[in-house]
């Protein structure tokens, strides 16, 4: 396998891609790897799709994030059957 080493990264970018690969449950080296294949050839791998979705923002909540959207989200639930005649 060949190495690469990129120097000069601006500290905002940095940031961005550690980001990304933290909430995709990736180490840098592996994301920027699947970065890096989709780019250069245009998928993540051989066979699969690529696609543009809300796939990287699964799981990312935390229990507590979750809970407070659940109880927000509780008087949704609740039908005034008066407007459903």
């Given at each position: 396998?060949?190495?690469?080493?990129?120097?000069?990264?601006?500290?905002?970018?940095?940031?961005?891609?550690?980001?990304?690969?933290?909430?995709?449950?990736?180490?840098?080296n592996r994301y920027l790897q699947s970065v890096l294949r989709r780019t250069a050839v245009g998928e993540e791998r051989p066979g699969y799709a690529v696609h543009d979705d809300l796939d990287s923002l699964a799981g990312t909540w935390s229990a507590a994030q979750a809970q407070a959207f659940e109880e927000a989200t509780a008087p949704f639930a609740d039908v005034d059957k008066t407007l459903w005649r």
């Open positions: 396998m060949t190495q690469f080493s990129i120097r000069d990264v601006d500290p905002a970018t940095a940031a961005r891609l550690k980001r990304n690969a933290k909430r995709r449950g990736q180490s840098l």
